[in-house]
């Protein structure tokens, strides 16, 4: 009995110790735990208040980097060589930290954030602000320019979306704050195919970029203006008069810089005044078209909406740094002179725009087959782009850019689908090869850029593309659906 009377004894304080220890080891590992917690926790908050005093720059991660400066902005605000004031009065946070990525760039930009008006007695008498205002303003010397929050935002007209275009605004404004002369780009009117209301997006683009955009009618003037930074040239519905001939002839002998953008002679209409232009370039529009066999080179089903290859090593691309893509309509195609005939002109050509090598040229428009006949010319890599430089003399040197396309810079609606459109400047790089073409021709090397976009994308995708988007929406999840269904009948005969 004794025996088992220690023998209980013994099981007890090894119980009773067994207890004790795992009690031990279980107080330790929770204070462990609890201490490794406590060490995050205070690693986290450490983190958050050093990164908030430090003003780091945020990381970006979105295709389009909508949350960044893009590279023009980044390029203009490295080139400021003034002191410019940004005052956010009222602003909302998003937007301060927009402003404070200027300063990042270049510290010259300086960035001084109001709580609201009352705040800035002189703000407010100035600028009429109220208590409820929220505006930036923007200065730099005696130029000013004033900002209103209902301003940094838009609609996007073909889906009706409101988007945010803060850098786009505060970009443009920076330039024009400092721009000390504006180029003023004068578009030839009188004699045009397209109204100028087709031209109103790229006019608006051009003059948030710090251009002046002016009609030209030659027929009153009488000559190009010397301001003239730019001859911008589109596509005709009749021969200029001789008058005007010889004014453009003249503006050429001075070194004048012209940028044409024309849909091909589709009525084959005699203008050999205009044509007397072209020739001291030593090139011609077609009168037919060029059409795209390349189901990954053309808009969904649609032959004459080609892709363009933009070459990236041109004078006009190379400061992109990158590959562009454009989408010309209803192209024609550009003919130059040979080699020899273009240096008895004195006249050096760049290719900046090619079709793609499947694509061929019709010159009979009753033809409505879409796909080749024997009619029409195989014309692979055919220009519709150039940059012609003809030397006037050693110390002159006039230049033409010339697309065999007009469509591609208009505001004219494309449909995409029964509900959605979008207009043809807005088609891939459309945008960015216009204006990057003239920034080249003004001399500003710093504007020729990628710009960023922020609008909704709409669907224009190859009919290729469309294939495999479809494949993978549709095909693929039934395909996998099929898979189960065939797995679970083989398991079930099984049982």
């Not at 509900?419 to 003239?438: G, M, R, T, V, W």
């Amino acid at each position: 009995m004794e025996e088992n009377k220690k023998d209980l004894i013994v099981k007890e304080e090894k119980k009773e110790k067994t207890f004790k220890e795992r009690r031990g080891k279980w107080l330790r590992q929770t204070s462990l735990t609890v201490l490794i917690i406590l060490i995050i926790i205070a690693a986290c908050i450490g983190l958050n208040l050093f990164v908030e005093n430090a003003n780091l720059a945020d990381f970006d991660f979105t295709q389009d980097k909508i949350y960044s400066l893009s590279d023009t902005s980044k390029q203009m605000a490295k080139s400021i060589d003034k002191e410019i004031e940004m005052i956010l009065i009222n602003m909302p946070e998003a937007q301060q930290d927009f402003a404070k990525k200027y300063n990042s760039e270049n510290d010259k930009i300086k960035v001084e954030i109001v709580g609201n008006a009352t705040d800035s007695t002189d703000l407010a008498d100035k600028y009429n602000l109220t208590t409820e205002s929220s505006a930036i303003v923007i200065k730099s010397g005696d130029k000013e320019k004033i900002i209103y929050s209902s301003e940094l935002y838009t609609v996007d007209y073909t889906t009706y979306e409101t988007k945010d275009i803060t850098e786009e605004v505060l970009t443009n404004a920076l330039i024009d704050v400092t721009t000390e002369q504006k180029p003023i780009i004068y578009n030839l009117i009188g004699h045009n195919k397209y109204s100028t209301d087709y031209f109103y997006y790229i006019q608006q683009d051009l003059i948030d970029e710090a251009y002046e955009f002016k009609d030209l009618n030659l027929l009153t003037t009488g000559n190009v203006p010397e301001d003239c930074s730019v001859l911008m040239i589109t596509t005709l519905s009749e021969d200029i008069t001789e008058a005007e001939r010889d004014a453009i002839l003249d503006y050429i002998k001075t070194g004048g810089k012209i940028i044409l953008f024309s849909d091909p002679n589709s009525t084959g209409k005699s203008m050999p005044n205009f044509q007397k232009i072209l020739d001291e370039y030593g090139v011609s529009i077609s009168e037919g078209v060029m059409l795209e066999q390349d189901s990954d080179r053309m808009l969904y089903s649609t032959p004459s909406a080609i892709l363009i290859t933009v070459s990236p090593y041109t004078s006009v691309t190379s400061g992109t740094n990158m590959n562009i893509n454009a989408c010309f309509m209803t192209s024609g195609r550009i003919d130059v002179k040979d080699s020899e005939e273009l240096e008895k002109l004195g006249v050096e050509m760049e290719t900046l725009a090619t079709t793609g090598p499947n694509s061929f040229y019709r010159t009979d428009y009753s033809i409505e087959e879409a796909s080749k006949t024997e009619s029409d010319e195989d014309v692979g890599n055919a220009t519709v782009g150039a940059l012609m430089k003809k030397k006037i003399n050693d110390d002159v040197t006039s230049e033409l850019i010339v697309y065999a396309n007009n469509i591609f810079i208009t505001n004219l609606r494309i449909s995409i689908s029964s509900q959605y459109y979008s207009y043809a400047l807005d088609f891939y790089n459309n945008e960015d090869l216009a204006i990057n073409s003239i920034a080249y021709l003004t001399d500003r090397d710093n504007m020729i850029v990628i710009r960023k976009d922020v609008e909704t994308s709409t669907y224009t995708v190859t009919e290729k593309q469309n294939i495999i988007i479809l494949s993978i929406i549709f095909a693929i999840p039934a395909i996998i659906i099929i898979i189960g269904i065939i797995v679970w009948q083989v398991r079930r005969r099984k049982k």
